[in-house]
């Protein structure tokens, strides 16, 4: 009887304990309600004309400019093959940074996922081994990376190269999540300056470029503890040259330090990191708590507060133009594919004209390749054509292009042409000056990009060949 008494007493205190554990947990918790109006989540998409855009895309993508990739073996000299999950996959965000200073959290903070089973492990030491790929899911499940590289509807097909141990590390997370329904997010190893590239044992470096070439949205992560910049760091920020328009500098756990301290970390931050970033604009900072547990006290809270309003503002801009980018990304690949195409036959028309009956093959070809501008090879595609200089590609690279693929598999532009199909210089032009913008203002001004009936049906007329002699 006394057993069953204490029993009575003891269930509703340890309920009284565990209701008062929780609200003392949620008085230290950070309100969320600024992320769901910032990002706007609780506004519906139009999915249907966001839909058709893709399908117009993907059609200029493989009726244009992929016949002169496959051509001319453009994947073979910059090694970046575009998919059909590229094309339709949601925007990328990817976190950078040393070890163990919040990018794991700030993931969960975004997600809302601390003290769930499902929230990133998080920790003092390094706790994150693998590329963890969070994405959108009708439930919640864990995907190998193996399955992620053999999915082809999944962008992520080509990092099937970097080999089994590297796909080992590759993990996805799927969940039904409102943020992931729009964006994708990828969470990385902590860089860890003392480990070498063979000690991971994958090539670390090539990795985080492959999703640095397609991220849109790249937050490098910093706390006041880890500012020092060694060799990995470095070579991590000269692969992101080029790129600068995507970074973001984030000062992680910036209320750890009062307010005279965190100064001097900001400037030290900028100190260490001028050397890497050369451009004229700096990259936008943002010094804040990135984590679900509210500011410490005697801290510069309204700006933390701010500063996170700026940096969820930035993410939703990201979002809000994901179309309008990956329109922009797929004409500077067809622009990249267009020079390329050019230069291929200016070296075979080159070759051309440098043979006789007598010549070397070899010989030849390999005079043309050690010294192009002795030939005006380069030259000559700025004089003909409106290409920047800025653009053209490394000169070496074509040596070592040619090596892998004869001069003589090419076949010169003017001879690229059909009945049916077009000439595919003037295709891909069209698509470039035309067909791409056009995509990109219908959008801009509210109209659904639906195909023409030329697209459609398909208009046969004659192609016209204006590099052909007559």
């Given at each position: ?40 989540l609780?506004a ?42 590229e ?16 990018k ?76 992931l ?6 969470d ?61 500098i ?61 940096l969820?503002?930035?993410l939703?801009?990201v ?36 043979m ?14 050690d ?58 032009e ?41």
């Open positions: 009887m006394k057993v069953l008494v204490s029993l009575c007493v003891f269930v509703p205190l340890l309920a009284l304990a565990t209701a008062e554990e929780e609200a003392v947990l949620e008085s230290i918790l950070r309100d969320r309600s600024h992320i769901e109006e910032t990002l706007r609780a519906d998409e139009k999915a249907g004309d966001y839909a058709a855009a893709l399908q117009k895309l993907r059609k200029i993508y493989h009726s244009s400019i992929r016949p002169m990739e496959q051509a001319y073996k453009y994947n073979e000299l910059r090694q970046h093959e575009i998919s059909d999950g094309i339709t996959s949601k925007p990328m965000v990817l976190f950078l940074g040393p070890w163990s200073v919040g794991s959290s700030m993931v969960n903070y975004l997600l809302g996922l601390q003290d769930t089973p499902y929230q990133l492990y998080t920790g003092a030491e390094p706790t994150t081994s693998e590329f963890t790929v969070i994405m959108h899911g009708e439930k919640i499940r864990t995907v190998e990376g193996i399955v992620m590289a053999a999915d082809s509807s999944r962008s992520f097909s080509p990092l099937e190269k970097f080999g089994q141990n590297f796909l080992e590390k590759l993990v996805g997370i799927e969940m039904p999540h409102k943020l329904e729009r964006v994708t997010f990828v990385t190893p902590g860089i860890i300056e003392n480990r070498k590239q063979q000690e991971r044992g994958y090539p670390f470096n090539d990795v985080c470029q492959w999703f640095i070439d397609r991220a849109d949205l790249i937050f490098v992560v910093f706390d006041p503890t880890k500012l020092d910049v060694g060799l990995e760091l470095e070579m991590l920020f000269r692969q992101l040259k080029g790129r600068e328009s995507q970074i973001r984030i000062l992680n756990k910036a209320d750890s330090l009062a307010t005279q301290d965190l100064m001097r970390v900001y400037g030290a931050l900028f100190w260490s990191l001028a050397p890497l970033i050369n451009v004229t604009e700096p990259p936008r900072v943002y010094v804040s708590s990135f984590w679900p547990y509210d500011y410490a006290p005697d801290t510069s809270r309204d700006l933390f507060k701010r500063e996170e309003i700026s969820l503002e930035d939703n801009q979002i809000e133009n994901r179309l309008e980018n990956k329109i922009a990304f797929i004409r500077q690949h067809g622009i990249r594919v267009r020079i390329h195409a050019l230069l291929v036959d200016r070296y075979v028309q080159t070759f051309k004209e440098r006789s009956f007598f010549s070397d093959p070899e010989l030849v070809f390999q005079e043309i390749v010294d192009p501008d002795k030939f005006y090879i380069f030259k000559s595609i700025l004089a003909k054509t409106n290409v920047s200089k800025f653009d053209l590609p490394n000169r070496d690279a074509y040596r070592d292009f040619f090596g892998i693929n004869p001069v003589s598999s090419f076949k010169q532009l003017s001879s690229q042409c059909s009945y049916a199909g077009g000439c595919l210089l003037e295709k891909i069209r698509a470039i000056t035309h067909e791409l913008p056009s995509l990109l203002g219908s959008i801009n001004s509210g109209k659904n990009p639906t195909l023409s009936s030329c697209e459609a049906t398909g208009c046969g007329e004659k192609p016209k060949n204006r590099y052909r002699r007559n």
